[in-house]
Every structure is written in C-alpha cells, then in structure tokens.
C-alpha cells in the first residue's frame, strides 16, 4: 500500500473531523431561546486598536435564562463593548448601568425560529460543501496512486472507503443539523 495515500486519506479525515467540529462551534452559537455568553463568542470589540472577544476583557455570564450580565474589567470598555454589540447586528439591544452590561434576550417569534432553522440548514450545507471537496480531493489523489502504478482493484476499494466515510460523516452532519431545528423549533 501507497504510504502518500495512505498519508492523505489520514489528512482527509482529520479535515472531515474538524468540519464537524467546526460545524458544531457554530451551531453552539445560534440561541435557542436561553441566553447564553456564548451567542456573543463571535462578537469583537476594539481593545487598544486591537479586535479582541468579549470573553477575554470581560467577565461573561446569565443573571437567568433571558438575560446575558457582561462586567468588562476596566470601566472605559463599557461602551466599546456595547457599540460592538450592536455593530455585530444579532438582534440583542445591550443596556449599560455604569457597571454591568445586561443584554435581555427577547423570546423568539415563530419567524425568528424558522429563520435560524434556515441559518443552521445554510451552516449544515457549507459543511457538506467542505465535505465534498475533501472527498474530491482525496479522489484525486487515489487515481493519482492507480495511474503511477498503485493495482486498479486496490484503488476502486480505496474509492469505496472513502465514499463510505464521507456517508458517515454526512449523516453526522444531518444529525447535528435535526438536533439543533428540534431544539430551535420546541417553545
């Protein structure tokens, strides 16, 4: 057996993980109805000319299920945090005291949860995207081996297993994705 195919295959799985993994991140992301710190993940403020998460010049976390309490280290970053909040356009209006930030995380419309539902199926897409052009490549590199010489009947077997693999992976995908609409979807 091809050491480089089998190096490549090996490559080829580790990218279809970390798709999954990438795609799972992201989902994470989309509110289903609580609030959560991590609705805000994606969310950068300047600090000191430098576009740096909330998470780290801040503490983070939910005073209840509806509200997301931020509490910046240094008073001055109240308001830049706020203007990044409301520049990252996610539908959440922050409210500053003078010490804490309180963001109130609206219940969602029936609309909003189909909109995030059509989110998250766009977001399952983009990973069966990614999943195919691992798969191309990947079969690529097996006719590649077959025509330097790699036996036909190995490399058709090789094909075969790679195929299996992205099934595999593709029906994580779909289960990710039918997790996050049923808990989206449930009041």
């Known amino acids: 057996m091809s050491e480089f195919l089998e190096e490549v295959i090996m490559e080829g799985a580790d990218d279809m993980q970390k798709s999954l993994e990438h795609l799972a991140g992201e989902l994470t992301k989309i509110r289903a109805g609580k609030a959560s710190p991590a609705m805000l993940s994606s969310v950068m403020c300047d600090y000191y000319g430098t576009p740096t998460p ?3 010049v801040a503490n983070m976390g939910t005073a209840d299920s509806k509200t997301i309490t931020i ?5 001055n970053m109240l308001a830049v945090i706020e203007r990044a909040i409301f520049e990252a356009n996610l539908g959440l209006t922050p409210m500053n005291d003078g010490e804490f930030i309180r963001i109130s995380v609206p219940p969602m419309t029936e609309e909003r949860r189909k909109d995030l539902v059509k989110q998250c199926k766009g977001l399952g897409e983009d990973t069966k995207v990614s999943l195919r052009s691992i798969r191309h490549k990947l079969m690529d590199a ?6 330097d010489g790699y036996p036909e009947d190995a490399g058709k077997r090789k094909e075969g297993e ?3 693999k992205i099934k595999s992976f593709a ?3 779909d289960d990710l994705i039918d997790a996050k609409e049923k808990d989206i979807m449930k009041v």
């Open 162 to 164: 790679i195929e299996d």
């Open 71 to 75: 509490q910046p280290w240094e008073k």
């Open 171 to 173: 029906k994580k995908i």
């Open 54 to 56: 909330i998470a780290q």
């Open 142 to 147: 097996v006719k590649k081996e077959v025509k």
